[in-house]
């Protein structure tokens, strides 16, 4: 994958397809200590010992419904940081979720930019309506926060999933990330 915003696409997908009512999304830059820390949680089905193991084999899949029984999400994603000198981890009960670090040393040749985390979330939110989700960036002292099922009892009877809401979404998260990186 391009970006990292891609490999949370995909891993919050995965929580979505395990049942998750919420997904929490986590990215912490810590450039004193050269560190990228992502972490993804879920409050889906979550999966045993044995399904944990084979989660990082990208020729099994839970999902028996396609064709192709395949699943790269985290492996991909577990090969992207171990690339950069990172650890990844998995840990997950069932019937209470599942929880994934991804740690990434930011000037590590190898290590991926960031990407489009407006666009991806709000594909999130637009796709899952139904769903909250919870985005925290954290970044040279700089905090964001943004908590869908605090912004649905804003909306009151306005859909989140209206293109201008998301438009909206999108251009808060992408300028409060941008903002960032204009406090260097």
């Not at 605090?150 to 251009?171: A, C, F, M, Q």
């Amino acid at each position: 994958m391009e970006d990292l915003s891609l490999h949370i696409l995909d891993i919050a997908e995965n929580s979505i397809d395990a049942g998750a009512a919420k997904v929490e999304i986590e990215i912490i830059i810590n450039k004193n200590a050269d560190r990228l820390i992502l972490n993804i949680r879920d409050n889906g089905r979550g999966m045993d010992e044995d399904t944990i193991k084979m989660a990082r084999d990208p020729f099994f899949s839970t999902k028996t419904e396609r064709k192709k029984k395949f699943g790269l999400g985290i492996p991909l994603l577990a090969q992207s940081a171990e690339e950069c000198n990172g650890r990844f981890t998995i840990n997950s009960e069932l019937g209470k979720g599942t929880a994934i670090k991804a740690e990434f040393r930011l000037s590590h040749i190898d290590m991926k930019p960031i990407g489009d985390i407006g666009s991806t979330m709000t594909v999130l939110i637009g796709g899952h309506p139904d769903r909250d989700f919870s985005l925290s960036y954290e970044e040279n002292g700089f905090s964001y926060k943004l908590e869908t099922r605090e912004l649905k009892n804003e909306l009151g009877d306005v859909p989140i999933n209206l293109p201008d809401v998301l438009k909206l979404i999108r251009e808060d998260i992408n300028s409060a990330i941008k903002k960032t990186h204009s406090l260097e």
